[in-house]
C-alpha cells in the first residue's frame, strides 16, 4: 500500500468542489492545506540494527530477505488509522523496524523467533499491514532492536478438503488471493472485512475478524478448525476435529492474541462453494431503534441474510447529501438498510421470501436492489474518501463496540454524546455517524464513523475524543472492541474488559511461549 494512505495510489480520491463546499458549510473544515510532504520529506530514525546481526538474519533467510532500506522501513512503520497516516506525514524523525524481514515457511518464522529471543531483538508480525488501532506499530519496548516480520511469502493454498469444506491457507495469504486460489476449485472464503482487498489470512484469525457478510457465514474465528502457531518456545499445532471437548479450546488463545502468544503460521478455515446465485434487496425504516428492531427479529428468527446492515439517520442524511451534491442516485431519508442473498437458487429465494415478510411487518418499506447493489460495488472504498477528507483538512475516524440489543441504544447514545461533547469542547463540533454492521442473536455491532475540522494539533485533538469514546463504552457496558482488536489503542480499556485476573492469566500465557518477551511488546496485554 501507499506509505501515506490506504490502498494504492491509482484509486486516490479527489473531492468534488461540491463537496469541499458541503464541508466548509457544515463543520468549518478549510480546504486551504498546506501540500501534503512528499515520501523524501519522511524522516526514520536511524537503524539499530548491527552488522553482526544482520549477517545472522542473512544466514538465516539469505540476503534478498533482508531489507534496511527507507522505503521498505517506512511502510512497515504502523497501519492505517487516521492518527497512523498523521504520523506518516510528519517531517520530524519517526519510529520505524530496524529491519524487515521475509521469512518464506514456518520453520523460517520459528528460527527467526528463537534467534530473536536468543537475541534479545523485538519481533512484530506484519501481515497486510491494515490495523487500526496500533496493532503492527514497531514498539520495542526494552529492546535495543525491533524486526517487522513480513509474511507475504506465506502465501500458498496447502490443501483443500472438499468433501469436509475445509482449506489450509498460509497466513500471509491475502483476502482477494484467498478468493482466487479457493475460486479455481469452486469454493470461497465469504470473510469480506472492509480490509479484504489487503488484510491476510493470519491477520484475519489474529485479530478475531468480521467480514460483511457474518450474518451468513460467521466471523472469521468461526470459521477456524485448525491453526498453526510458531513461538519462541516451540510449536503448536490445534485443531483436531469439530467439536472437540479435549479440554478447552486452545486455538481461542491466538484467534485474536494480534502476535503477543506467537506467530500464525497457517489456518485451516471452513469453506463454502462459490454462491450459485445472489439477491438483493434495500429497506428504508422510518428511525434507527424501528430498523434495529426489524435486524434483531430477523436474526433471531433464523432468517438472517447473508449481509444485514443498517445506518442511522445521520449516516443515512450524509449519504443523501453526497448523492446530491455529485448527482448521483440519492438514497432514502430515514433510516438505510441493506441485505443481501447468497446461496443455492431455492435457498435464497427461501431465505429472501422469509427475511422479507419479518422486515416489513417490523415496519421496513423495500426499496428495491439498487441501493444494495450500490453499496456491494463501493464497500472496499471508504478508506479512499477518509484520506480525501483528511488531506482536504477534516479529521475522520472511526471505532466500533457491540452490546446486547436491550443495551444497544444506550451505548449508541452515550457513545455519541461523549464524541460530540469532547470534540465540540475543542472548538470542532463533529459529525457523528453510526451503522449495525454485524447481528447476532443476543445483540449487535456499533460502528460509529466520526467527521469533524481538524484542530491546530489533530493527534491531541482525536486522543482527547478517542478516551471520551473509550470510557463512555466500558461505562455504557459495551465491549472496547468488536474486530478492530486491542493493539496499543485499546490497550487502556483492558482492564475494564477482562479484568486484574484475567490480565494475569493472559501473562502467565504469555511467559509459557514467549519468556524473554520479545513477540509484538506493548500490544494487547494489559
Known amino acids: 500500500m501507499e506509505w501515506d494512505a490506504w490502498g494504492v495510489g491509482e484509486f486516490r480520491k479527489q473531492l468534488s468542489p461540491q463537496v469541499v463546499s458541503l464541508l466548509q458549510a ?34 538465516l533467510l539469505g540476503a534478498e530477505q533482508v531489507r534496511t532500506d527507507d522505503a521498505t522501513r517506512l511502510r512497515h512503520a504502523g497501519g492505517k488509522s487516521t492518527p497512523d497516516l ?10 520505524a523496524p530496524d529491519a524487515v524481514v521475509l521469512p518464506g515457511s514456518h520453520d523460517e518464522v520459528l528460527a527467526l523467533l528463537q534467534w530473536c529471543a536468543d537475541q534479545s531483538v523485538a519481533a512484530v508480525p506484519f501481515g497486510g499491514g491494515t490495523s487500526v488501532v496500533g496493532g503492527v506499530d514497531p514498539v520495542r519496548g526494552d529492546f535495543a ?13 496447502v490443501s483443500l478438503d472438499a468433501v469436509s469444506g475445509i482449506a489450509v491457507l498460509e497466513a500471509g495469504v491475502t483476502g482477494p488471493q484467498a478468493e482466487a486460489l479457493l475460486g479455481a476449485h469452486g469454493f470461497s472464503l465469504g470473510h469480506f472485512p472492509q480490509s479484504f482487498q489487503f488484510a491476510t489470512i493470519g491477520g484475519f484469525a489474529a485479530t478475531r475478524s468480521s467480514g460483511q457478510a457474518s450474518a451468513g457465514y460467521g466471523r472469521f474465528d468461526d470459521m477456524v478448525e485448525r491453526i498453526t502457531v510458531a513461538t519462541p518456545s516451540g510449536t503448536l499445532e ?10 478447552p479450546d486452545l486455538r481461542q488463545l491466538f484467534v485474536g492474541s494480534e502476535g503477543v502468544l506467537g506467530i500464525i503460521t497457517s489456518v485451516a478455515v471452513r469453506v463454502h462453494p462459490v454462491p450459485e446465485t445472489t439477491a438483493y434487496q434495500a429497506w428504508s425504516f422510518p428511525d434507527f431503534e424501528t430498523g434495529a428492531a426489524a435486524l434483531r ?35 432514502t431519508a430515514g433510516c438505510l438498510s441493506v441485505t443481501t442473498f447468497e446461496g443455492t437458487a431455492a435457498h435464497v429465494q427461501s431465505r429472501y421470501a422469509e427475511a422479507t415478510a419479518v422486515l416489513t411487518a417490523a415496519g421496513g418499506t423495500a426499496l428495491g436492489e439498487q441501493p444494495a447493489r450500490d453499496w456491494e460495488h463501493g464497500r472496499f472504498d471508504a478508506p479512499y474518501l477518509r484520506d480525501a477528507l483528511l488531506n482536504a483538512g477534516a479529521i475522520v475516524e472511526t471505532l466500533e463496540t457491540a452490546t446486547t440489543w436491550s443495551n444497544l ?38 460502528y460509529f464513523t466520526v467527521v469533524c475540522a481538524q484542530a ?3 493527534l491531541a485533538q482525536w486522543a482527547v475524543a478517542k478516551k471520551a469514546a473509550g470510557d463512555a463504552i466500558v461505562a455504557a457496558g459495551g465491549t472496547i472492541t468488536h474486530h478492530h482488536a486491542v493493539g496499543r489503542d485499546h490497550q487502556p480499556w483492558m482492564v475494564d474488559e477482562i479484568g486484574e485476573l484475567g490480565g494475569k492469566v493472559l501473562r502467565a500465557v504469555k511467559d509459557a511461549l514467549d519468556p524473554t518477551g520479545i513477540l509484538n511488546p506493548g500490544k494487547l496485554l494489559p
Open 409 to 446: 441504544s444506550n451505548l449508541r447514545g452515550a457513545v455519541t454524546g461523549a464524541l460530540t461533547e469532547s470534540l465540540a469542547g475543542q472548538g470542532t463540533p463533529p459529525l457523528v455517524m453510526c451503522h449495525i454492521s454485524h447481528t447476532y442473536p443476543t445483540g449487535a455491532s456499533l
Open 145 to 157: 532492536e525491533v524486526l517487522a516480520l513480513d509474511l507475504r511469502r506465506l502465501d500458498a493454498l
Open 297 to 331: 427479529t430477523v436474526i433471531q428468527s433464523g432468517a438472517a441474510p447473508t449481509v444485514m446492515r443498517l445506518s442511522d439517520e445521520a449516516e443515512t442524511g450524509l449519504n443523501l447529501a453526497l448523492a446530491s451534491k455529485v448527482g448521483g442516485e440519492s438514497p
Open 238 to 247: 490445534l485443531g483436531r476435529g469439530p467439536g472437540s471437548a479435549a479440554g
Open 26 to 59: 457544515a463543520l468549518g473544515v478549510s480546504a486551504e492545506q498546506a501540500p501534503p510532504p512528499t515520501e523524501s520529506d519522511a524522516v526514520l530514525r536511524p537503524t539499530a540494527l548491527t552488522s553482526a546481526h544482520r549477517d545472522a538474519l542473512e544466514s
Open 86 to 95: 498523521l504520523r506518516r506525514k510528519d517531517t520530524q524523525p519517526q519510529d
Open 456 to 458: 491546530a494539533d489533530p
